[in-house]
């Protein structure tokens, strides 16, 4: 079993409150959840409105499967107009790593 971790640090657009920062954070990580079946969230800089600490894992048999999968999600919000990806990290745990 492979479980990996992605980070996604982003800036907001033309954001200006904390209640505008939701609306636009709460549809990418539903879409992120819908469209990879991953589990995804708001993980941090929950009192700044401009930034963004997205939080993805998934769980799979195969490390090559969960690369792929967090890979989609990256670019899938790196492609996102409204927002601006800072960074990724990504970690990758698996049976070696006990």
């Known amino acids: 079993m492979y479980v990996g971790a ?3 640090d982003v800036l907001l657009g033309d954001v200006h409150s904390l209640k505008e920062k939701r609306s ?5 990580v539903a879409e992120l959840r819908r469209r990879f079946e991953v589990a995804a ?3 941090g800089d929950q009192d700044l409105h401009r930034r963004a600490l997205v939080g993805v894992a998934c769980v799979a048999a195969d490390h090559a499967h969960v690369v792929d999968v967090l ?3 990256e670019r899938l919000v ?3 107009p409204e927002i601006e990806l800072l960074s990724a990290r990504t970690r990758i745990m698996g049976p070696e790593d006990d």
Do not use: G, H, Y
């Open 78 to 80: 790196a492609s996102r």
């Open 41 to 43: 969230a708001e993980a």
């Open 71 to 73: 890979d989609r999600c």
């Open 24 to 28: 636009v954070v709460r549809p990418i």
């Open 6 to 8: 992605l980070e996604l």
